[in-house]
């Protein structure tokens, strides 16, 4: 891929129709090198090593003394099963059963830290623990589901309405104006952010809706501007809970921005220049969004066009 963005670049064979048979399964947990990575309501769990931070592994027969009924089948590395388990609760496992393996942290912070691979299925199991925690019952009948599939589906024993991990489409697109003496993009603010903190514009599709069309009406509510043009750049599993971002160059027709004072406060233009300033600390107003962030990659990918 010409650009791949932190959370994708998932390494692991899904399996994903092997792991629609419960006995395929049970035979891989039972495997003698199967593993599972470990989270703490979304949290994993990180070690330090001479190489770096990275996540820590428990074979598959230890993970399942430790937790029950939190676990979800990942996918096959090299053709070894490989799992994941999930504490829930207020306390910290690692001031307990897990204590003296690692730390864990929240995801975005683990985003900055790990290796892309292990970020990608952290990332991952969280959005599948994150899933099934809020889809415990069949949205048909009522019924408490079960899990099935490895923790990929949801199964209602009452009407049988099988349920699948929900992914929520979101366009985020970097405005761009290039009527003027020379091209500028545009950078937005929300009120909650951190002082300072500026990024790309962002909104979720709705039904109906193309990506182009989710482009341009988002931009037209939120910044008063008309998309001319849309370029596709690349796009984000972003697992908070459970989004695709899908990242766009969106080209418009003038520079008369205007917040809608609701999803943006306020809104900046930017030359190439004070954009590359921005990505590297030196704005002396603007910050930019965390590198680990598709706004990132969007601005970077504007300011390393020409």
Same mark, same amino acid.
């Given at each position: ?29 039972? =495997? ?13 769990? %990180?070690?330090?090593?001479? *190489? !770096? ?6 074979? $598959?027969?230890?993970?399942? #003394?430790?937790?029950?009924?939190? +676990? ?7 053709? /070894? ?17 897990? &204590?003296?393996?690692?730390?864990f942290h929240d $995801? ?14 952290? &990332?991952?199991? =969280? ?14 009948? !009522? ?5 099935? @599939? ?28 290039? &009527?003027?003496?020379?091209?500028i993009c545009l ?10 903190? $500026?990024?790309?514009?962002? !909104?979720?599709?709705?039904? !109906?809706?193309?990506?182009? /069309? ?21 796009? *984000? ?5 459970? *989004?695709? $971002? ?9 520079? *008369? ?16 220049? +004070? ?9 002396? #107003?603007? @910050?930019a969004p965390p590198?680990?962030? %598709? ?12």
């Amino acid at each position: 891929m010409a650009h791949q963005n932190i959370f994708a670049g998932n390494p692991l064979d899904r399996a994903g129709d092997l792991r629609n048979d419960p006995d395929w399964l049970a035979e891989q947990a039972a =495997k003698p090198y199967a593993q599972a990575l470990v989270l703490w309501e979304g949290r994993p769990l %990180i070690e330090e090593t001479a *190489q !770096g931070p990275r996540l820590v592994w428990l074979s $598959m027969t230890h993970a399942r #003394t430790l937790v029950r009924d939190r +676990e979800a089948f990942l996918g096959l590395w090299k053709d /070894e099963p490989v799992f994941a388990i999930e504490f829930e609760g207020s306390i910290d496992p690692a001031d307990g059963p897990v &204590g003296g393996l690692g730390v864990f942290h929240d $995801m975005r912070a683990a985003a900055a830290l790990l290796p892309a691979s292990d970020a990608a299925m952290a &990332g991952g199991a =969280k959005s599948l623990f994150d899933w099934r925690r809020r889809h415990g019952f069949c949205a048909n009948c !009522g019924a408490l589901c079960e899990t099935a @599939s490895g923790g990929w589906k949801r199964r209602c024993p009452a009407c049988g309405t099988e349920h699948f991990p929900r992914v929520d489409p979101v366009t985020i697109m970097l405005p761009i104006y290039k &009527g003027g003496a020379e091209p500028i993009c545009l950078l937005g603010r929300q009120a909650a952010w951190a002082p300072g903190r $500026m990024s790309a514009l962002a !909104g979720f599709l709705e039904p !109906g809706e193309s990506i182009e /069309e989710a482009c341009a009406r988002e931009v037209k509510e939120e910044a008063g501007l008309t998309v001319v043009d849309t370029t596709y750049h690349s796009s *984000q599993p972003w697992p908070f809970p459970s *989004q695709l $971002m899908i990242g766009l160059l969106a080209e418009v027709s003038d520079d *008369q921005a205007a917040p809608d004072q609701t999803e943006l406060e306020s809104v900046a233009w930017l030359t190439r220049a +004070e954009a590359r300033a921005v990505l590297d600390g030196d704005h002396p #107003t603007i @910050s930019a969004p965390p590198p680990f962030a %598709i706004a990132h990659s969007l601005i970077r990918a504007w300011v390393e066009e020409a």
